[in-house]
């Protein structure tokens, strides 16, 4: 028991997940043996009140997140992996719990500011042509015309996507999304080069787009995405008429359009070949140039193009903490999330100082 609240196992499984640690690994480090633990987990046991400090403790979390009641968690359908098919399964558990966490802070932090409204449409594909209107009508809610995007991250930001990483995991995912009331988008703690980053979000945006309620990671929703990506950064009609149509390749002004649209020369020849403007044999010589000329991942200009870095989740977090000194922890305990627990799920330091004075409590139960 916990005060006058039962301890709820699949909350320790919940927490334990999310940190990457196995019933040995925690075991370890409250003194407990892996059966203990695992009966803990599937409410066979109920623990002392110093056995459940010890695992509030090692898990970053607060003794009262083990009475919690959890909104429903993050299920395989929306969230979407690249690469999925490799990715190892104590990996996509740790995400869905840590997304799963992380939707709850970002709940009661809904319910304490006005966030943008979510807007992202639900367009199902099926053709190539399918895919290139889901752009086109994506661009067109979002009025952003059919020129260069200047900031992709503020894009799904305005769109009402929240955007932060898991450290220690969003590194071997690259990149992925989870399909949320307010969705959440994880980049890579690794700083990839700009161009990279940019596709990375119009690629998650397309599966927020097209492949709701659709389990993705296979080649088939993995080609739409990036098509979608493409279609999206490099709208079709603006393309046909920049890219330079000439029997060989023009770098020159193949550069040129990075540097203006800020998308890579490789996604460049890509959108090209996609659009039948290039030949089999030119796209093929156009890769065979950036490999031998070592850019196939670094490429000329990445270090010109600044990369851009999300704004809502630490905007917010500011924004409250400014008006409400101590709102954010309180949030936070609230989630049942101590420092630790709180920058593995949101990639952010909690705001210094005590969550303690009641005189400027924001509610969180009205916007």
Same mark, same amino acid.
């Given at each position: ?16 997940? $999310? ?37 509030? $403790? $090692?898990?970053?979390?607060?003794? #009262? ?19 999925? #098919? ?55 809610? *979002? ?36 399909? #949320? ?5 994880? #980049? ?62 023009? *770098? ?8 203006? *649209? ?106």
């Amino acid at each position: 028991m916990v005060g006058t609240q039962v301890f709820d196992g699949e909350r320790l499984r919940l927490a334990r997940v $999310a940190k990457g640690f196995t019933l040995d690994e925690l075991g370890n480090r409250v003194s407990a043996t892996r059966q203990y633990l695992n009966q803990l987990e599937q409410g066979i046991k109920l623990p002392t009140e110093e056995m459940v400090e010890a695992l509030a $403790a $090692a898990l970053g979390v607060t003794v #009262r997140f083990f009475t919690l009641s959890a909104r429903g968690g993050v299920s395989a359908e929306q969230c979407h992996f690249r690469k999925q #098919r490799t990715t190892p399964v104590s990996v996509v558990s740790q995400v869905l719990a840590r997304g799963t966490l992380l939707d709850g802070f970002v709940d009661r932090l809904d319910r304490a500011l006005e966030l943008p409204k979510v807007s992202f449409p639900d367009i199902p594909v099926k053709s190539t042509a399918d895919i290139e209107d889901a752009a086109e009508q994506a661009r067109e809610q *979002w009025m952003l015309g059919t020129g260069p995007i200047s900031n992709m991250m503020r894009v799904v930001e305005n769109a009402g996507a929240v955007v932060s990483f898991f450290g220690g995991v969003s590194e071997r995912v690259d990149a992925l999304s989870i399909d #949320r009331p307010r969705p959440m988008i994880i #980049r890579s703690e690794a700083k990839p080069a700009a161009c990279r980053l940019r596709f990375d979000l119009a690629h998650e945006c397309g599966h927020l787009v097209m492949h709701k309620g659709i389990v993705t990671g296979d080649k088939v929703t993995e080609d739409q995405a990036n098509r979608f990506a493409s279609a999206f950064l490099l709208p079709r009609s603006a393309f046909i008429h920049e890219f330079p149509h000439s029997r060989m390749l023009n *770098w020159t002004a193949i550069f040129e359009m990075k540097l203006r *649209w800020k998308v890579s020369a490789s996604a460049i020849l890509r959108r090209a070949y996609d659009l039948k403007i290039l030949t089999a044999d030119q796209y093929r010589t156009g890769y065979i140039h950036l490999s031998k000329t070592g850019q196939r991942k670094f490429e000329r200009y990445d270090d010109v193009i600044v990369a851009e870095e999300p704004e809502l989740l630490s905007s917010a977090i500011a924004a409250l903490e400014h008006a409400y000194p101590g709102a954010v922890r309180r949030i936070a305990a609230d989630a049942g999330f101590e420092d630790d627990m709180f920058e593995s799920v949101a990639g952010l330091g909690l705001p210094e100082g005590s969550g303690s004075d009641s005189t400027n409590v924001v509610s969180i139960m009205r916007r």
